[in-house]
T-cell receptor, first 114, second 113 residues
Framework: NAGVTQTPKFQVLKTGQSMTLQCAQD?????MSWYRQDPGMGLRLIHY???????DQGEVPNGYNVSRSTTEDFPLRLLSAAPSQTSVYFC?????????????FGPGTRLTVL | GDSVTQMEGPVTLSEEAFLTINCTYT??????LFWYVQYPGEGLQLLLK?????DKGSNKGFEATYRKETTSFHLEKGSVQVSDSAVYFC????????????FGKGITLSVRP
């Protein structure tokens, strides 16, 4: 199993540009989520999904869109990038139906917005 | 809402020193508690967990006990190694089946030879 994969590893954008961060998992996990990690802030939840076709907002959803058309993929879209979105982004997945289930994290995407 | 508070960092220790990283939480119901570790340049990985009061999670020489009376889940290790240098996150998951993970701010541990 590849686990949770994310692409790209690094990205530099200019203010106003759009892009999609890719996330895929091969563990048949229903629950997937996106976090951003900023110095001194820990990880903050952006959006999450409990299954294909179902998404919901997390703690910091503004400026980001998600969709979940398949169990495997959960892309994160930045519609118009802003410098405040400079961060490291992590995708995670776990089995649904049990709050004790371990979350598996991808290696992260480091995004810089100029 | 749910929240997790970790002690301020960073922490620098010499090899073989004793480690304690404090974590306290606020939550309704009966949360599950976790410690995640992030090695340089990598994503987070689960270090240990505890799902009910008085449970002790342990892994790789690390331990943490779920203390409901003090709402704490402190991480300890008797003898740290240079390879333990990483960022450590305390987290909790609420009572619902699809509850989200709430993280503390993380603390950076550096172990010198």
């Amino acid at each position: 199993n590849a686990g949770v994969t994310q692409t790209p590893k690094f990205q530099v954008l200019k203010t106003g540009q759009s892009m999609t961060l890719q996330c895929a998992q091969d563990m048949n996990h229903e629950y997937m989520s996106w976090y951003r990690q900023d110095p001194g802030m820990g990880l903050r939840l952006i959006h999450y999904s409990v299954g294909a076709g179902i998404t919901d907002q997390g703690e910091v959803p503004n400026g980001y869109n998600v969709s979940r058309s398949t169990t495997e993929d959960f892309p994160l879209r930045l519609l118009s990038a802003a410098p405040s979105q400079t961060s490291v982004y992590f995708c995670a997945s776990r089995l649904s139906g049990g709050r004790n289930n371990e979350q598996f994290f991808g290696p992260g995407t480091r995004l810089t917005v100029l | 809402g749910d929240s997790v508070t970790q002690m301020e960092g960073p922490v620098t220790l010499s090899e073989e020193a004793f480690l304690t990283i404090n974590c306290t939480y606020t939550a309704t119901g009966y949360p599950s508690l976790f410690w995640y570790v992030q090695y340089p340049g990598e994503g987070l990985q689960l270090l240990l967990k505890a799902t009910k009061a008085d449970d002790k999670g342990s892994n790789k020489g690390f331990e943490a006990t779920y203390r409901k009376e003090t709402t704490s889940f402190h991480l300890e290790k008797g003898s740290v190694q240079v390879s333990d240098s990483a960022v450590y996150f305390c987290a909790l998951s609420g009572s619902g089946a699809n509850s989200k993970l709430t993280f503390g701010k993380g603390i950076t541990l550096s172990v010198r030879p």
